[in-house]
T-cell receptor, first 113, second 114 residues
């Protein structure tokens, strides 16, 4: 069974640029959630996708957006990058009807300079 | 809203010492409770879970009991090893929500001395 995978591992961007992060769900999982983990803090919920629709959102501005594809893989897009967007971005997937239990990928480390 | 409060770190122990990391929660519903572990440079791994009151989650020698009366889910291990050095996150999720998110504590960094 393949776990949650994310790409790229590391990324460096300049303030004002746009970035796309990718996630492949664990086999059998149809729900994907994204989290932002700033240095020294716990992860914060960004949003969740189910059946290619956003299904819940945390306290993040609209410049954070996402997509889910028919194969349940997902993208996180961030526009107009700010220095405070520097963080570890984690993707998590879950079984149908069990979104309360999520399995995390290794994360993408984004640095904004 | 729902929240998790956990013991601040860092916590430094000698190998084979007894470990307790305190965690309390606030929730309006009936949450599932989790402990996640994050090793240096890695993502989050689910360490153990409990889905209802009085359940005990256990894994790799770690244990935590879901105490509804004290709204707590303290992590314990009888004899820690150097390989247990990591950051530990207590977390909860609302089982009754159709769009469950995981709410995390701020993390406790654990360092074990040989």
């Amino acid at each position: 069974e393949t776990g949650v995978t994310q790409s790229p591992t590391h990324l460096i961007k300049t303030r004002g640029q746009q970035v796309t992060l990718r996630c492949s769900s664990q086999s059998g999982h149809n729900t994907v959630s994204w989290y932002q983990q700033a240095l020294g803090q716990g992860p914060q919920f960004i949003f969740q996708y189910y059946r290619e629709e956003e299904n819940g959102r945390g306290n993040f501005p609209p410049r954070f957006s996402g997509l889910q594809f028919p194969n349940y893989s997902s993208e996180l897009n961030v526009n107009a990058l700010e220095l405070d967007d520097s963080a570890l971005y984690l993707c998590a997937s879950s079984f149908p009807g069990q979104t309360y239990e999520q399995y995390f990928g290794p994360g993408t480390r984004l640095t904004v300079t | 809203g729902d929240s998790v409060t956990q013991m601040e770190g860092p916590v430094t122990l000698s190998e084979e010492a007894f470990l307790t990391i305190n965690c309390t929660y606030t929730a309006t519903g009936y949450p599932s409770l989790f402990w996640y572990v994050q090793y240096p440079g890695e993502g989050l791994q689910l360490l153990l879970k409990a889905t209802k009151a009085d359940d005990k989650g256990s894994n790799k020698g770690f244990e935590a009991t879901y105490r509804k009366e004290t709204t707590s889910f303290h992590l314990e291990k009888g004899s820690v090893q150097v390989s247990d050095s990591a950051v530990y996150f207590c977390a909860l999720s609302d089982r009754d929500s159709s769009a469950s998110k995981i709410i995390f504590g701020s993390g406790t960094r654990l360092s074990i001395r040989p």
